[in-house]
């Protein structure tokens, strides 16, 4: 079994402020992670590499620095970790990213496609639905869980819904994108880390994949920023141990207070 | 020496401050009041290598240096003391004198296992009459054949009851004084071995400091580790690398303290304002601030010594005592800045200033680091 996971170097928005004047995010002196939804991806992959021997390849667009989450992938247990960086692939919104990045998967081989639901910064989950839709692949977002079949080379997947969950099946190839909070990522080994640095991140440049320069960077993206503005935390709510006869009670004054009703 | 870290040592930090984040503090509190050994807390380290950091991979260890094995130790000890000691114990006092002094199938047997983490190590020195006067051995090791014959009991041994593999240093010819001492590999199976009374201590609480007894304990000669009549340098030596690795756990203890006491200091409020906005408070931090960051050059500079060959015994005596009496300042001005809070157990500043007091004692005291450099300025 061959997997590719896409991950993405993202400030840690737990960090990160907003210019309240701009309304753009304040970088300076935020430390970059590996996206938390991509790295429980990525555990999912390494799951599979125990169980199956799968091969494990990672894959990032970005910054040339980016190359940091590439080894710590490499320590966490991967075999292959491609960074595809260019100037021209600057300045891209989410399609022009997913162009790029499937143009360099047509060029791997692969049963699974794994990306985060979505990145901490731009919360947008299109990047991974994207890539399966330019790849015409079978996709299921949301994945909770997820087993492989070796007979049939199938895999049934748990998708989280916002009632409850789906159970799935896809054959390989396919796209699944994943949630961080199914998994518990496993920690670099230390020998990972000694010998992250000895072991090749391929760098990849534009001319790599076979895309057409108006589908990628900043020419390839019809999106633009508007606003930027950090969420709003809703207060904690109050609790009430009440019996069931006492909480409609207690509903219904606290509608009316609020004149809802 | 450079002082910045290098890529893998970056890299090395974030996963072992997550670790001891995640892992190690939720723990810390209750491995202390219930004086437990975190067993949990020891698979979950040998799982991703941390119990055999400097072991090379041809022994089955991570190939790390020991400034990575230093990083290892200062971060679990920043967030919990136990679980320092119980690596530096097993790395230092029990991989490291069987890596540097072993046969080659003394490596192949024990290192595989140790670093691994299927085995713990520990390492007896200390017995009721010879603490810093180490030579003064009155265990006793006798030819028999094929076997050596031991006999009498060691005190105050870090990981004793959890331990699989000990270290231990014993009187082969009474007559020849510190000549006349050697080391021994003694496995927990063997006969005539068994492990006394544990310890109610102070601090390091979770830690298993246990007595070791002898009483006619069989052990083959193959055991016998490095040259007959050789034991007493090679427990010095193997006292030189763990100094550092316990200079690490003060640092980390004294860091720990640190961290508490800038987050506390910002939240609490005296007199309408935050007590770190007196100038009282700047100043002595500063002051702190300053040793910790000194202590963990000498700890730094220590290891790259060790990991360079250059001879570092003085350079580990002055770390040790340096970090030593600097978590015990640092732990307790903790308390105090932490007014009656700090003197219970809802803040961990009490368990830190209790932990701190140990690394002014163990694998020789302050007054004995103050001797090793000395006898190195007027040798």
């Known amino acids: 079994m061959k997997i590719v996971v896409c991950i993405k170097q993202v400030p840690d928005t737990t960090e990160v402020k907003i210019n309240p004047q701009t309304g753009t995010l304040i970088r300076e002196g935020v430390p970059s992670i590996m996206n938390p939804d991509d790295k429980g991806g990525l555990e999912y992959a390494l799951q599979l590499k125990d169980q199956y021997g799968a091969h494990v390849t990672v894959i990032t667009m970005g910054l040339p620095q980016a190359e940091d989450i590439l080894r710590e992938a490499l320590a966490m247990g991967v075999d292959r970790a491609i960074l595809l960086t260019d100037r021209k692939l600057g300045g891209a919104d989410t399609l022009a990213t997913s162009s790029a990045l499937a143009g360099a998967l047509r060029t791997l081989d692969f049963d699974l496609i794994i990306s985060g639901r979505q990145a901490i910064d731009g919360d947008t989950a299109q990047v991974g639905p994207q890539i399966a839709e330019h790849l015409d692949l079978p996709q299921v977002s949301y994945m909770e869980d997820l087993q492989f079949d070796e007979a049939t080379k199938t895999f049934t997947i748990r998708k989280q819904t916002e009632e409850g969950y789906q159970i799935l099946q896809m054959q390989a190839p396919c796209l699944v994108t994943a949630l961080a909070s199914s998994v518990k990522p496993r920690y670099m080994s230390v020998n990972g880390i000694v010998t992250a640095f000895d072991r090749e991140v391929e760098v990849w440049g534009a001319d790599r994949i076979n895309v057409p320069e108006d589908r990628i960077g900043k020419t390839g993206s019809p999106t633009s920023v508007f606003k930027a503005f950090p969420k709003q935390l809703k207060p904690a709510g109050e609790t009430f141990e009440v019996s069931p006869e006492e909480a409609v009670e207690l509903i219904v004054n606290k509608l009316k207070e609020k004149h809802i009703i | ?379």
């Open chain 2, 1 to 379: 020496m450079d002082f910045s870290y290098t890529k893998q040592e970056e890299l090395f930090l974030q996963m072992i401050r997550e670790f001891a984040e995640k892992e190690v503090k939720p723990l810390a509190a209750e491995v202390d009041e219930e004086e437990r050994f975190p067993m949990e807390t020891v698979e979950k380290m040998a799982k991703i290598g941390l119990m055999g950091i400097p072991i090379p991979t041809q022994y089955g260890g991570a190939g790390g240096t020991n400034i990575m094995y230093g990083m290892a130790v200062e971060e679990l000890s920043r967030v919990c003391a136990t679980t320092g000691v119980i690596l530096s114990s097993h790395t230092s006092l029990c991989c490291a004198p069987i890596l540097e002094s072993g046969t080659e199938e003394q490596k192949q047997k024990y290192l595989p296992k140790l670093a691994s983490g299927e085995w713990i190590g520990a390492f007896g020195l200390t017995e009721p009459n010879a603490g810093t006067d180490a030579a003064g051995q009155q265990t006793i090791a006798v030819e028999d054949g094929d076997h050596w014959v031991l006999n009498g009991s060691k005190i105050f041994i870090t990981n004793g009851s959890y331990a699989n593999v000990f270290i231990i240093i014993a009187m082969t010819d009474k007559s020849l004084g510190t000549k006349g001492i050697s080391a021994f590999i003694v496995e927990k199976t063997d006969p005539g071995f068994s492990i006394g009374k544990k310890e109610k201590k102070m601090g390091i609480r979770g830690s298993a400091t246990t007595e070791l007894i002898f009483e006619d304990c069989r052990i083959p000669k193959d055991r016998q580790l490095g040259q007959l009549g050789k034991g007493f340098g090679l427990a010095m030596k193997t006292l030189d690398g763990g100094r550092i690795g316990i200079a690490c756990q003060a640092l980390g203890i004294a860091q720990g303290a640190m961290d508490e006491t800038v987050k506390y200091t910002k939240e609490r409020k005296q007199f309408g304002r935050s007590i770190s906005q007196f100038q009282n408070t700047q100043f002595q931090m500063a002051d702190l601030e300053t040793k910790v960051q000194a202590a963990r050059l000498l700890c730094r500079s220590a290891h790259y010594k060790k990991d360079h060959g250059i001879p570092y015994s003085a350079d580990a005596a002055m770390a040790k005592l340096f970090a030593a009496e600097t978590a015990m300042e640092v732990t307790t001005k903790a308390v105090q800045f932490h007014g009656g809070y700090g003197y219970t157990r809802e803040y961990p500043v009490e368990r830190m200033m209790r932990d701190a007091k140990i690394t002014e004692i163990y694998e020789g005291t302050s007054e004995v680091q103050r001797m090793v450099i000395a006898g190195k300025l007027f040798k």
